[in-house]
């Protein structure tokens, strides 16, 4: 395959993923990328005060670990958390966030889920079958759809991808153990075992509702494109029209149409300079 063709299939995979922006206005650019940004900031907003919140609740709730637990992984990976996204907020308010610390972010955010859900039950010295029944694994669709913030759906579905390779590997890796797996639904609700249906199933959910959401941002997108070019027209059509005739122009329900006018009275001034001191030299 020629290197041509191969940037073209490159090109066409990054626009369907939503990367590829197409040609837009630079001033339509920067104000997309500008609200990229200000999302970037709300997003990791949002994260450091769920995680502070989480982490006052369970300070606040009496009786947390039995004596039975060897640690508790619970405030561990909570302000490892908050230490992470308080970083990357500092960041973003010094500086654009490269692409590979936006893409480390979400990698880490699913790692720490993830990994607290596999050290609850080893910390009673429980079987990691256990972990795939926790209710915590339902924080890993919010994580996915704080990325719909953006206008980026590629991010959502990287966001996706990584939600669903992680909880299919956290499962292979509970169903090595053995006599982990099993194909009988009671077994599995009434003893730590594996059912390959049922993880199949939170990985389906995870990839749908990333489609879903990789869909709804796309399309939104292009409206909020659309709205940026619009709004970028209406300013240069300023420059040589009054705003209330470069908005009509610009968002009127009548297309414009060659050869098609209205009749209107104008006046027309004409005025020379000629012969004052202040007159530039023709």
């Known amino acids: 395959m020629s290197q041509e063709r191969k940037r073209q299939w490159r090109s066409a995979l990054a626009d369907a993923l939503g990367f590829v922006k197409g040609e837009l206005p630079a001033r339509a650019a920067e104000a997309i990328a500008a609200h990229a940004h200000a999302s970037e900031r709300l997003t990791a907003w949002t994260q450091l005060g769920g995680a502070l919140l989480f982490l006052l609740i369970y300070l606040a709730t009496p009786a947390r670990f039995s004596v039975e637990a060897v640690y508790e992984p619970a405030p561990l990976a909570l302000m490892l958390y908050a230490g992470f996204v308080a970083a990357r907020l500092w960041l973003a308010y010094r500086t654009t966030v490269p692409v590979l610390v936006q893409a480390g972010a979400i990698v880490m955010d699913f790692a720490l889920l993830y990994g607290l859900i596999a050290l609850l039950p080893l910390a009673y010295h429980a079987p990691l079958a256990l972990a795939l029944k926790h209710t915590a694994f339902a924080y890993a669709f919010a994580l996915v ?85 619009s709004d970028a027209a209406t300013r240069e059509l300023s420059r040589f029209f009054s705003p209330e005739l470069a908005k009509r122009i610009a968002t009127g329900s009548d297309a414009t149409i060659p050869g098609v006018a209205e009749m209107r009275d104008a006046a027309v001034i004409f005025s020379t300079c000629a012969g004052s001191p202040t007159c530039p030299a023709a």
């Open 145 to 229: 759809a704080l990325r719909a913030l953006r206008l980026e759906p590629g991010w959502v579905a990287f966001s996706g991808g990584v939600a669903a390779t992680g909880w299919a590997l956290l499962a292979f890796i509970a169903a090595q153990a053995p006599g982990a797996l099993t194909a009988d639904p009671i077994a599995y609700f009434t003893a730590p075992h594996v059912l390959p249906a049922a993880e199949f199933d939170r990985v389906a959910a995870l990839l749908a509702v990333t489609a879903v959401l990789w869909l709804a941002v796309r399309r939104g997108r292009v409206l909020v494109y659309k709205a940026f070019i």
